[in-house]
């Protein structure tokens, strides 16, 4: 049975923000809001609450997982991107993106594309996700919490309760949010593409 907690969705409350990095810590698998839908994370080392989101999710290995960062600064580590990159994602973020770049060897290999070796790196614009990501300080591997036969994110955490109590450790409620998934921009070739247009504005990269 999961825990369920209610957080202020532009204060979050510090003991909660707490206790659910002690959750992820502690290898559950925790729904969370973001400025996109809601997301599903785990710790980025923990192999176990990963197959857990994947069988949640029904995606398979080739699946373009996502690390959750607070800043910039975290990108760097992560991922490889140059100059040009760099500042175009720098002026579109914190935001409801998700940029696909090389992984650095920092980003473990269960995580990274099988056959291209990117990584999905996207930085929100969500007062929770961004006190859990500095509480926890290192990046959640995430992915939008779209249900198998789905094509939008969820957007009602009651409605998640439901459907995922029994298999997650955290569901935090912050709020009835929209339900488009992120833009998804592919920089990992040096040229930028448009992979998915979603809650993004995808001008600045056409």
């Given at each position: 049975m999961s825990q369920f907690f209610y957080m202020h969705p532009d204060n979050p409350q510090a003991r909660?923000?707490?206790?659910?990095?002690?959750?992820?810590?502690a290898g559950e698998v925790i729904v969370y809001p973001t400025d996109s839908g809601y997301a599903i994370g785990?710790?980025?080392e923990n192999k176990k609450a990963l197959e857990q989101i994947c069988r949640i999710r029904d995606i398979?290995?080739?699946?373009?997982?996502?690390?959750?960062?607070?800043?910039?600064?975290?990108?760097?580590?992560?991922?490889?991107v140059d100059n040009?990159?760099?500042?175009?994602?720098?002026n579109n973020t914190p935001g409801p993106y998700t940029f696909i770049?090389?992984?650095t060897k920092e980003?473990?290999?269960?995580?990274?594309?099988?056959?291209k070796r990117t990584i999905g790196i996207r930085v929100p614009n969500n007062p929770i996700a961004l006190a859990l990501l500095e509480e926890l300080g290192e990046p959640l591997m995430s992915a939008t919490l779209i249900l198998p036969n789905a094509s939008m994110a969820e957007t009602d955490p009651d409605e998640i309760r439901d459907k995922l109590e029994k298999l997650v450790g955290l569901i935090i409620h912050g709020?009835?949010?929209?339900?488009?998934?992120?833009t998804v921009i592919d920089m990992s070739e040096g040229q930028t593409h448009v992979i998915r247009v979603g809650n993004g504005d995808p001008s600045p990269f056409e």
């Open positions: 909660l923000i707490k206790q659910a990095c002690e959750i992820v810590r785990c710790q980025m398979g290995k080739d699946h373009n997982f996502t690390l959750m960062c607070r800043d910039m600064s975290e990108l760097s580590v992560y991922a490889r040009v990159a760099f500042r175009q994602i720098k770049l090389k992984a980003v473990p290999k269960r995580l990274q594309n099988p056959k709020g009835y949010l929209d339900e488009e998934p992120t």
